[in-house]
């Protein structure tokens, strides 16, 4: 799954699947990794919904000249280290 859509400000892309059809994902966070962006992508249903129960997608990330630019070619051992980045950025205390 790879592609080159769209973002729009409530943080929703629209990534092309394997089979052709468009699926909107959510954005929860970019974090860096050894000087690389990664996206972690949610699937959200045709509503803009989360589905109570998720699985986090990992895709390469950065600005293109045509916008967002989404790549899901992540090995394990990257994977891991984004992981763990996601996990300290979500476990800090928000600023108040």
Known sequence: MGGNEE???DEIV???GEDGEEIAF??????EVDGQDYALLV??????????EFDVHVFKYKEGEDGPEFDDNVDEAT?????????E?????EAS
């Open 26 to 31: 959510q954005v929860l966070a970019v974090v």
């Open 79 to 87: 994977f891991e280290k984004v992981r763990q980045a996601a996990t």
């Open 14 to 16: 629209f990534l092309t």
């Open 7 to 9: 973002e729009d400000d």
């Open 43 to 52: 699937e959200i249903d045709d509503d803009g919904e989360m589905p109570d």
């Open 89 to 93: 950025l979500l476990d800090e205390p």
